[in-house]
C-alpha cells in the first residue's frame, strides 16, 4: 500500500521559511507525478506545486500556482525517495495544511491542479505564518 507522508511543517514568521517533505513507501517517488496542495480553514484546497519526471535521467518538469511563483521551488531527493518544497518569503497567507499527492502516473496532465485526479494523500502538515 503507497502511502505518501508530509513532514517539515511548523510555525515560523513572516519572512521565513520551511521545508517540506514528501515521502513515499511502496513506489519509486522520481518516477511519479508528485504535487503539493494545500487548504486553509474555510477555503477549497489548492494546487501549489507539481513535479513531473521527463522519462530522461534525472530531468523534471514542475510548475506552480502563481501565489508561490518563485518563492517554493519543488524539487526531487532522490536519495530519500522524496519529493520536497521549500518555501521561502512565508507570507500569513500561506497558512495552511499542506498535502502532497499522487496518484502513480508519471505524467500529471493538463488538470495537474485537480484534487480528484490524485488517489494516494498524505495525512497533512500544517504550516502557520505569523505577520
Known amino acids: 500500500q503507497v502511502q505518501p507522508v508530509e513532514s517539515g511543517g511548523g510555525s515560523v514568521q513572516a519572512g521565513g521559511s520551511l521545508r517540506l517533505s514528501c515521502a513515499a513507501a511502496g513506489t519509486i517517488i522520481s518516477d511519479d507525478c508528485v504535487v503539493w496542495f494545500r487548504q486553509a480553514p474555510g477555503k477549497e484546497r489548492e494546487g501549489v506545486a507539481a513535479?513531473?519526471?521527463?522519462?530522461?535521467?534525472?530531468?523534471?518538469?514542475?510548475t506552480y500556482a502563481d501565489s508561490v511563483k518563485g518563492r517554493f521551488p519543488i524539487s526531487q531527493d532522490n536519495a530519500r525517495n522524496a519529493v520536497s518544497l521549500q518555501m521561502n518569503s512565508l507570507k500569513p497567507e500561506d497558512t495552511a495544511v499542506y498535502y502532497c499527492?499522487?496518484?502513480?502516473?508519471?505524467?500529471?496532465?493538463?488538470?495537474?491542479?485537480?484534487?480528484?485526479?490524485?488517489?494516494?494523500w498524505g495525512q497533512g502538515t500544517q504550516v502557520t505564518v505569523s505577520s
Open positions: 513535479i513531473w519526471p521527463l522519462g530522461r535521467a534525472s530531468l523534471y518538469a514542475s
Open positions: 499527492a499522487t496518484d502513480q502516473k508519471t505524467d500529471c496532465g493538463s488538470d495537474y491542479f485537480s484534487p480528484g485526479q490524485y488517489r494516494l
